[in-house]
């Protein structure tokens, strides 16, 4: 098993993210298309459900409504779109922006902003495939224990519940290393799509424990970071509270509901400055490591390629001598 120093690979990661300050665009833009989560609640109460009378006012809403309801959807789906392009763009300039600044080489946003671009269809590929993965996987394994919910066989499906759940956790912790190490190969080693998910599983195949040793090491560090946003909203939130108060006693509730809604636009935008310099850091752990894992093998490449190259210094001599004659 390698030994590998951890503390020195995060006191390097965040040398690199604070050194280079342009690197947090490109954190930027991972953070805009990190997505978010969306909740759906659903409520089969009978006391809850909605009366013949709502129900005709909430098609009433939607029928002199539906110009700007789909216009809604439109500009929400294009900015769904940017923000997920600009997601895989800033993903592969990172990796490439990084890489150099490890090994001492000059990059830019503009060099990295290049190979964020050459490289959007690998990654492209990768997310695509390994999200369809995991989605198909879920229709397998969840449609037999509807049928059988639906048939009341509950022993039966409460059995094959538990153990889809043992089958599906490993294969989401697998993927999201895949997801991680194919990324890397793909841009770092220069490979297409499918033979930088081969080596991506080579990878952790046989680093399985160093890798999970630093996911572990990610949850006092995400802490850390949730630390900070928390100590951030609290002092945002009694300075904000404390100017509508006397906004609200001075020029009444309309401006103070303006001055409360400045406060969350600038606990948002200070939300995602954190995100993006934590998808720095994140980052470059993750590309620090893998030359620690992944890079073992070179001398033994470089072995080979001197002891193939001996033999052609024997006939030098004997080309120097026709050249004499």
């Known amino acids: 098993m390698l030994k590998i120093n951890y503390l020195d690979i995060i006191k390097k990661a965040w040398a690199i993210t604070w050194k280079n300050r342009y690197l947090w665009w490109f954190g930027f833009f991972v953070a805009l298309g990190g997505g978010g989560s969306a909740n759906y609640f659903f409520n089969s109460d009978d006391e809850k459900k909605l009366n013949p009378a709502q129900n005709e006012k909430i098609l009433e809403f939607f029928s002199q409504n539906m110009s700007w309801i789909i216009t809604f959807i439109i500009i929400a789906f294009l900015l769904l779109i940017i923000f997920s392009i600009l997601n895989i763009i800033g993903r592969g300039a990172l990796i490439t922006s990084i890489e150099k600044n490890s090994q001492g080489q000059i990059a830019n946003f ?94 952790f195949a046989k680093n399985i424990w160093p890798s999970i040793i630093l996911s572990l090491i990610f949850i006092p560090l995400s802490f850390v970071f949730m630390l900070v ?60 490591f893998f030359h620690e894992i992944a890079t073992p093998k070179i001398p033994e ?19 120097e001598v026709r050249k004499e004659n």
């Not at 470089?302 to 193939?308: G, M, R, S």
């Open 110 to 203: 503009k060099s990295g902003w290049n190979s964020g671009k050459k490289n959007f269809w690998k990654i492209f590929y990768i997310n695509i495939f390994l999200s369809l993965f995991i989605f198909f996987t879920l229709i397998v394994l969840v449609a037999p224990l509807a049928v059988l919910f639906l048939n009341k066989n509950y022993i039966i499906g409460g059995v094959l519940s538990f153990l889809a759940v043992i089958i599906f956790i490993p294969l989401v912790i697998l993927v999201s290393y895949l997801r991680i190490y194919s990324y890397l190969y793909a841009v770092l080693g220069k490979l297409n799509f499918w033979p930088a998910l081969e080596n991506a599983y080579k990878l």
């Open 229 to 288: 946003i928390f100590t951030v909203l609290l002092i945002l939130f009694f300075i904000f509270l404390l100017l509508s108060g006397i906004v609200f006693w001075l020029f009444g509730k309309i401006t103070a509901i303006i001055i409360g809604a400045i406060g969350i636009t600038i606990f948002l935008l200070i939300l995602l400055f954190l995100q993006s310099i934590y998808a720095v850091f994140s980052q470059s752990i993750w590309i620090l």
């Open 301 to 319: 490449e470089i072995v080979a390629t001197e002891t193939t190259t001996e033999p052609l210094q024997k006939p030098m001599p004997v080309i």
